[in-house]
């Protein structure tokens, strides 16, 4: 749980800087809500409040009982109870002013994952990409703004090497899911989980950080204007 001096210096940022959002971790329901509230009424803009709840806002907070991960959710095979979950996770987030989900959306495999870190994935099989768009869409219809990333420490099936990009991306696994996502009408991505580096002005950036990555491949390669 944040200390007071950790939640003075929050509301620093929000008066001095005008941040547009918080993510967050560890912390319990009743000190949430009324934290949440604090900064709300100090901030000129409504904040962006974001919390990792793949099982339900249970999964990074206490005193809520989470839902199944996604790995269990997705053997059930059917939508109507996926839609279910997902509905009954966007009311939950939306009762404590929560209004973004980081979702590991992307994530394609869990061959060697560590249990119980592989119950977080959507699956694996072909599959999972339907399960993932579901999702996004239920969170969407309630008002939750979907964000997908790419959780690489668990992702076996990318090679720890960095890769240079001159010109473009290559078309790899790894963007495939982005790709088929966006074309679903995902809001939101988490660029800062893409393992390249972009060569810029002779010099190596982190692509999140690359406008030209940012501009020329995410927004006109994939498509993405979210």
Not at 186 to 193: D, G
Request: net charge negative.
């Amino acid at each position: 749980p944040a200390s007071e001096a950790d939640r003075d210096r929050i509301i620093d940022n929000i008066e001095s800087y005008h941040i547009g959002g918080v993510i967050v971790m560890r912390t319990g329901p009743v000190s949430h809500s009324r934290f949440v509230n604090t900064i709300q009424q100090k901030s000129d803009v409504p904040l962006l409040v974001g919390i990792e709840a793949v099982s339900g806002p249970g999964f990074s907070m206490d005193s809520i009982s989470p839902l199944p991960p996604p790995l269990i959710l997705n053997a059930l095979r059917n939508d109507s109870l996926i839609s279910a979950a997902a509905r009954e996770i966007a009311r939950q987030m939306s009762l404590l002013q929560l209004n973004v989900n980081f979702l590991p959306l992307a994530n394609t495999t869990t061959v060697g994952d560590p249990y119980p870190n592989k119950l977080l994935h959507f699956g694996s099989k072909a599959g999972y990409l339907r399960f993932a768009t579901v999702f996004m869409k239920e969170m969407r219809e309630a008002g939750i703004i979907a964000c997908a990333q790419q959780d690489l420490r668990w992702d076996n099936s990318i090679s720890p090497r960095t890769e240079l990009l001159y010109h473009g991306i290559p078309d790899t696994s790894l963007f495939k899911p982005y790709r088929e996502l966006i074309a679903q009408g995902l809001p939101a991505l988490m660029t800062t989980r893409l393992p390249y580096f972009y060569v810029e002005e002779n010099k190596g950036l982190p692509a999140f950080v690359s406008q030209l990555f940012v501009s020329e491949n995410i927004e006109r390669s994939l498509g993405f204007d979210g």
